[in-house]
């Protein structure tokens, strides 16, 4: 496992920082699906939002790795309506075989959000987001690739006064982002993009 860290000419003082290795699982023989689907992850965090908002990223970034998927809206009202399915956290209920026909796809990303979190604490201030992403054939329900990733971005101060003024800012970010949808949003796009860098080229 090979580790990055990324120290930025911004003050106070920020790095960056994230664990990054090859995919957990590729299947010897793969071939992309010619049309997928990414399906509403199961969220192990403490964060409503968080699950929603790494999937439409995940969304607007497969094309970048030759995948076109169904748009979320379509998916969720698929699921909804044919499965009785809203969260995640039900996916399991139903075998992909039966997932694939009712959406017409022949794969199907799976995702588990595992950490979606800001803690402003003034001194050390940790944003961290990390997923396990799953990507499945319809036909045969077998996993084709598997990949999981982080990415931290802590900030720290070594001053009292800098600790002091720097907790108002963070707490402020942190309600103006959860207004604007964007939070953690930034964390999330690398931790992606880590995790799509091992995933095939579909053409």
Same mark, same amino acid.
């Given at each position: 496992? *090979? !580790?990055?860290?990324?120290?930025?000419?911004?003050?106070?003082?920020?790095?960056?920082?994230? !664990?990054?290795?090859?995919?957990?699982? @590729?299947?010897? =023989?793969?071939? %992309? %699906?010619?049309?997928? &689907?990414? @399906?509403?992850?199961?969220?192990? $965090?403490? =964060?409503?939002?968080?699950?929603? $908002?790494?999937?439409?990223?995940?969304?607007?970034?497969?094309?970048?790795?030759?995948?076109?998927?169904? +748009?979320?809206? $379509?998916? =969720?009202?698929?699921? /909804?309506?044919?499965?009785?399915?809203?969260?995640?956290?039900?996916?399991?209920?139903?075998? *992909?075989? =039966?997932?694939?026909?009712?959406?017409?796809? +022949?794969?199907?990303?799976?995702?588990?959000?595992? $950490?979606?979190?800001?803690?402003?604490?003034?001194?050390?201030?940790? /944003?961290?987001?990390?997923?396990?992403?799953?990507?499945?054939?319809? +036909?045969?329900?077998?996993? @084709?690739?598997? +990949?999981?990733?982080?990415?931290?971005?802590?900030?720290?101060?070594?001053?009292?006064?800098?600790?002091?003024? &720097?907790?108002?800012?963070?707490? &402020?970010?942190?309600?103006?982002?959860?207004? /604007?949808?964007?939070?953690?949003?930034?964390?999330?796009?690398?931790?992606?993009?880590? &995790?799509?860098?091992? @995933?095939?080229?579909?053409?």
């Amino acid at each position: 496992m *090979k !580790c990055l860290f990324r120290k930025t000419s911004l003050l106070p003082l920020l790095f960056l920082a994230a !664990c990054a290795s090859g995919p957990k699982y @590729l299947v010897k =023989d793969f071939r %992309p %699906p010619s049309k997928v &689907a990414v @399906l509403p992850f199961s969220n192990l $965090t403490n =964060d409503v939002g968080g699950p929603e $908002t790494v999937r439409k990223l995940l969304i607007e970034l497969l094309p970048s790795r030759g995948y076109l998927p169904l +748009d979320g809206e $379509t998916v =969720d009202n698929v699921l /909804r309506e044919e499965f009785g399915i809203t969260e995640g956290g039900q996916l399991g209920s139903v075998s *992909k075989e =039966d997932l694939g026909k009712a959406l017409g796809v +022949d794969g199907l990303f799976y995702g588990d959000l595992l $950490t979606f979190i800001d803690i402003p604490l003034g001194f050390a201030r940790r /944003r961290s987001v990390k997923a396990n992403l799953k990507l499945f054939r319809t +036909d045969s329900g077998e996993l @084709l690739w598997e +990949d999981e990733k982080g990415w931290t971005n802590p900030e720290i101060h070594l001053s009292v006064k800098e600790a002091r003024d &720097a907790v108002i800012r963070q707490v &402020a970010e942190r309600q103006i982002e959860k207004m /604007r949808g964007t939070f953690l949003k930034e964390e999330s796009l690398v931790m992606l993009r880590l &995790a799509l860098k091992n @995933l095939p080229l579909a053409r």
